[in-house]
């Protein structure tokens, strides 16, 4: 089996891939764990040791670990959890022979987060065509990937929750909310709460909407729109924006990157 970790910004999920080769490969179980690098190998080991056991895997049927990272401070300790627990000399995304293997068509390549680089090796072989990625993590990213599977560039954006809560912050009176659709039809809020929701939620649909309008009419061509990330699953049932929803992508990357690896 696999373990491919994502360690992001906000979380660090762990996923177990079953099967050997891409044609059954499939995600048995995953696991979300909040993101702080000064946890040690230990105690991620005595976290996930567990939740293996109760999914009834030995820990010797992990034989390959692959890390994405975009927290260079906990690849360390999640690179001693593999060595010390599975005994595996982890992969790093995006080195050595875990390269993208995709060209980088931007100014700095280097600079570009492993989960943006993740997810247009993952979206190119498993939607194919130009294609606008939509990933909404801790900052929104848009990113711009063409047929041949070349990664042109993109947008970063603040996330929606980074957003609500500058909000919050720098307000005295403004009340901390949820972030969901507003129930009523209208976009005239009626009391303050209304109005923030509005200006939050169809705020950042209207943003997504016109930032992807702007890059198709630069590609040129008819480009695919996929969506990733924690709220891709809210905000495709209010916006016919998007043409897959695909939650796993990330994820999946990573799995693409340890199969071009030789074991």
Known sequence: ML?????????????LFDGDDRADRTIRARWRIATDPRRTGDEYAVWLLQLLAIEGVPRE?????IIGSVVPRANHNLSVLARRYFGVEPLIAG?????WGIELDVAEPRSLGADRALNA????RRHGGDLIILDFGTATTLDVVDFRGAYKG?????GINLSLEALVSNTAKLPRIAILPPEAASVIGRNTEEQMRIGIFWGYVAMIEGLVARLRAEV???AKVIATGGLA?????????FDAVDPDLTLHGLAICAERTPS
Do not use: W
């Open 3 to 15: 373990l491919a970790i994502d360690a992001g910004n906000t979380n660090i999920v762990f996923a």
């Open 61 to 65: 049927d992990v034989r390959r670990v």
């Open 233 to 241: 699953l809210l905000f495709d049932q209010h916006t016919d924006l």
């Open 154 to 158: 993109g947008i970063i954006a603040p």
């Open 95 to 99: 080195e050595g022979e875990a390269g």
């Open 121 to 124: 090796i993952a979206a190119h």
């Open 220 to 222: 040129g061509r008819p």
